[in-house]
């Protein structure tokens, strides 16, 4: 199920698919995603809901797959990916495509006002707390704390917001 908040802006050049399995997609007010956001559920049962006063940027995936929050005034720029499932891959005899997926990390969480640098990668499991900032073309897979930047693969604190 679709819920797009009647103030939020979504271009007609973004994508968001229904999903088959009931998970629900839901913009918060005076959110705006820009063309070519995909929202694609696949990976899993989570829901995708995004607060109010949102900006998702050109060329961002998100993927429902365990579930993904994205707080207020949550700044997200172009090409990151949001991708809160992994694939099973201990079975050696069997490709991995037919595995399935291993057991939810617990989605992803962005917490209110955090700016998300271009090309950044969340992975299941990433929890990033209010304030905080990610530099571009980082890969999140735990916990980041309120007003922390973080930046690097794998991403690690090198700086905090000042008071």
């Known amino acids: 199920m679709i819920e797009i908040h009647p103030t939020a802006k979504v271009s007609p050049l973004a994508d968001i698919e229904d999903s088959v399995r009931g998970t629900l997609i839901r913009v918060g007010p005076n959110t705006v995603i820009d063309s070519f956001v995909k929202i694609k559920p696949a990976g899993g049962m989570g829901d995708v809901v995004i607060g109010a006063d949102c900006a998702i940027n050109s060329g961002t995936v998100i993927y429902t797959g365990n579930g993904v ?95």
């Open 69 to 163: 929050r994205i707080g207020d005034a949550v700044a997200i720029a172009a090409n990151c990916t949001f991708a809160p499932t992994n694939h099973a891959i201990a079975d050696r005899t069997k490709r991995i495509r037919d595995q399935g997926f291993m057991p939810s990390r617990g989605g992803i969480l962005v917490e209110d006002d955090v700016w998300i640098g271009s090309n950044c990668v969340l992975l299941d499991g990433a929890v990033v707390r209010k304030g905080a900032v990610i530099a571009a073309g980082s890969v999140v897979r735990g916990e980041v704390e309120a007003y922390a930047i973080f930046g690097g693969v794998p991403a690690r604190k090198i700086g905090e917001r000042g008071a």
